[in-house]
């Protein structure tokens, strides 16, 4: 009977059963997004779109993943984006002439279906991206990975992390900055900013569009070639490359070419008047015009300073360089 008793009171005594807290939502739950996102590829293709604007329309390109992109001035009053094999392309319009009402200030970004608009989620993306856009347009561009080509506008100013940029055309001005590329630019007129990393800069045949203009040109390890550039203050910088600069000297005008490690040479009309001041470390200077020497001094640290005056000196050349050569030769 004992044992009886014990046996049906063991179900009391029994450890009730462990419980579990919910189990946690799976990882996956949050939306987090890539950067950039890929666009799907159910959605990729070409396609083609176009937008009425004023024809002096400021048009912004805030995202370019990845493209071979080209821009180009028309006498249409209308932008049109072509991409091909890449996302599609949306219009957003934040504000309109308030007379004729067309769009002055146009986003052009990537649209893709079902997704929340971020900056990230908007970069474009294609094989190739082909813009047209009035004469008129001011552009502001930025980019991943891109080659850009843009012609004929009025005013760019465009930032990239790797890639070369080629201008022409360009009649207000010019802020182009690349970190791993070349930067050219061609028959434009205005401010102009060029800089690169790792690359090299061309300009031709570049001219002030008002008084007070300056023209800067800036690498850390490439050359710096300037032809027919007629701005009246120019500043070029190279760390470890050669500068070579081949016009004329305007006067009033006030120039600087400076180098580390490179050589700065100088190919001007044998008539020139200017002041040169030079400082060459432990490089050396020569020149095949002949100049008026001023003064001449070597520093305590062994550095060499020589300034001298052709003509009238009717501008200001500074020359610098740490370990280059220093070289002005005949036109």
Known sequence: MMALAAAAQTPATKTPPKTYPPKPAPKSEPVVQPEPPEFPREHRGSGEKALAVDPNVNI???????A????????????RVFIKNGSDVSFKVHEKDPKSGKPVWVLITQQMPGVRATPLSECLSGDRIDI??????????????????????????????????????????????????DVSVESSGG???????????????????????????????????????????????????????NGKFLPGGLYAFKTSNGTVRLAIPEESSCKVVAWYGYGTFNSDIPMKTLTEDVSSEGGKRFSAIMGAGNATVNLTTSSGKLLITKQ
Do not use: M
Request: aromatic content about 4%; overall charge positive.
């Open 60 to 66: 912004k390109l805030p995202c370019i993943s990845q």
């Open 132 to 181: 047209e856009v009035p004469y008129g347009a001011t552009l502001a561009i930025t980019g991943r990975e891109t080659e850009t080509r843009i012609d004929s506008v009025k005013k760019v100013s465009i930032k990239n992390l790797g890639g070369n940029v080629a201008l022409r055309n360009i009649s207000g001005g010019i802020a182009a900055e690349t970190y791993e590329g």
């Open 191 to 245: 401010q102009i900013s060029l800089r690169t990393s790792t690359g090299n800069i061309i300009a031709y045949g570049v001219s002030p569009g008002q008084v007070g203009d300056v023209f800067k040109a800036g690498t850390s390890n490439g050359s710096i070639t300037l032809q027919k550039v007629e701005h009246r203050q120019i500043e070029a910088n190279s760390v470890s490359g050669t500068l070579v600069f």
């Open 68 to 79: 071979r992109v080209t821009v180009n001035g028309w006498q249409r009053d209308e932008i």
